[in-house]
């Protein structure tokens, strides 16, 4: 019996059970697949499965992953494990040193996690580490018909009320090369269109299921403009009444600048763009191929669209002075953005997980220090302890107030006063200038990356 396993995949039915669900299946295997996000852990299946897989395509996937494939060990020693996805080969060696996985797959893996899973079955020994995968595959439909309904899943929200999302990804990897990605190690600048009508038969599985919006997963949706573009249309054309959202670089956005009107017309409701951080010296060590003139920028272009922006930051890092987090605190407070911008994205640091594109330039790789295993990443402290002391305290304030349900303009405001207390400075007295742009829309689930 083939037991899949998803730990966590964003707030969003995860594509890490749908798509090697729709491998197993055309290959005539079936399988039991278990959302670990919204499912509790399948004792009596982990107890009779011969081969578990378990997709972790982020750090906090993994993390939770480990733990998962403890628990499968110790129902089912004999149960082969093997773990998928982006974190999965970046974490290889770990993973298989210590006996938690007896494989790992990464990049385009499912036509191999299938062959693995049959020759498991078959009493074929297999196991170790396959180096990551960069060949196009032949993508089948995502089977969904067996995961949790949408209903457990993020919402999106917008002034109108709150509706079932649906997510899809039109590519998969990306072509660019940004130093602290993990997908850089793992596909090395490829990256690979899903054919349109798959991607249509997807959304029209999920819009008979109740989506009324899609997310489109994309690491970048115009890594491929053209490609996105037809996906767009297609998807408007059959669907005018939904809406939907996507993720694009600021540099991609600049250059198709032309395409974005055409995109909000067709349903666009907001973007994601990871504009990490507004120093252009983190920018230049990030390598993500903007400046902080660029974000400015493209907040004019998509304030003349009325495309509403998102931005997701990487707000510590070891080059991050107090400085620039101030700055950047100003930056979106002037244009009246903090409502655009959740609080937890003013705590998030920099994590540098094994295999790191970082790790490769000497310069960067200087201030980070050896291999957390147990961690699964390379630990930092910055040269000013004042900002890991900010950094514990905006977290810890993000932390009380997401608890709380009361994230927002007053979470702003006091991470604002605790910046301003790092610096010695006196908290400023005025209250956020108009205009505080009303909440734009956007998913229930923050973690946009």
Not at 2 to 15: D, R
Not at 179 to 190: F, K, M, W
Not at 388 to 405: G, I, P, T
């Amino acid at each position: 019996m083939i037991l899949l396993l998803s730990c966590y995949e964003l707030g969003h039915q995860p594509l890490g059970l749908a798509w090697p669900l729709a491998f197993l299946e055309r290959a005539g295997l079936t399988a039991h697949a278990v959302d670990l996000a919204t499912e509790p852990f399948p004792e009596a299946l982990a107890r009779e499965a011969r081969f578990v897989a378990l997709a972790t395509p982020m750090h906090t996937a993994l993390r939770l992953g480990v733990k998962a494939a403890r628990r499968v060990r110790a129902a089912n020693p004999s149960a082969h494990l093997a773990f998928h996805g982006l974190y999965a080969g970046l974490n290889a060696e770990y993973l298989l040193d210590s006996g938690l996985a007896d494989s790992v797959l990464a990049g385009e893996s499912e036509g191999a996690l299938v062959e693995l899973a049959a020759g498991v079955l078959a009493g074929r020994p297999a196991g170790g580490r396959v180096e990551p995968m960069r060949a196009r595959l032949d993508y089948p439909v995502p089977r969904r018909d067996v995961l949790p309904p949408l209903r457990r899943y993020a919402r999106f929200e917008s002034a109108s009320g709150s509706a079932l999302a649906g997510y899809v990804e039109a590519s998969r990897g990306c072509k660019h090369l940004c130093a602290h990605c993990p997908i850089v190690p793992i596909y090395r600048g490829r990256f690979f269109a899903v054919p349109v009508e798959t991607v249509m038969q997807d959304v029209r599985q999920q819009v008979a299921a109740g989506a009324r919006h899609i997310s489109f997963g994309d690491p970048d949706f115009l890594n491929g403009p053209a490609h996105a573009r037809r996906v767009a249309r297609a998807l408007h054309a059959e669907f005018p009444e939904l809406s939907f959202d996507f993720t694009a670089k600021v540099e991609h956005l600049l250059r198709e600048r032309a395409l974005l009107p055409e995109l909000r017309e067709q349903g666009c409701a907001f973007l994601v763009s990871a504009v990490e951080s507004l120093s252009d010296e983190v920018l230049r060590r990030l390598r993500k191929g903007h400046t902080a003139a660029d974000v400015a920028a493209l907040v004019e272009v998509l304030d003349g669209v009325g495309l509403p922006l998102h931005p997701t930051l990487v707000a510590f890092t070891p080059w991050t002075m107090l400085e620039d987090y101030l700055e950047t605190l100003e930056f979106f407070r002037a244009r009246g953005l903090a409502s655009h911008v959740p609080p937890v994205q003013l705590s998030i640091r920099l994590l540098v997980p094994p295999g790191s594109a970082l790790l490769e330039d000497p310069e960067s790789a200087a201030c980070f220090g050896p291999l957390d295993r147990e961690s699964l990443l390379h630990p930092w402290c910055h040269p000013d302890p004042r900002m890991d002391a900010l950094h514990a305290e905006v977290q810890a304030l993000v932390a009380r107030d997401e608890a709380a349900r009361t994230p927002g303009r007053a979470s702003w405001e006091a991470i604002g006063a605790l910046a301003q207390a790092a610096a010695g400075r006196a908290t400023r007295d005025e209250p956020m200038p108009p205009p505080f742009r009303p909440e734009p829309p956007r998913l229930s689930e923050h973690w946009f990356c």
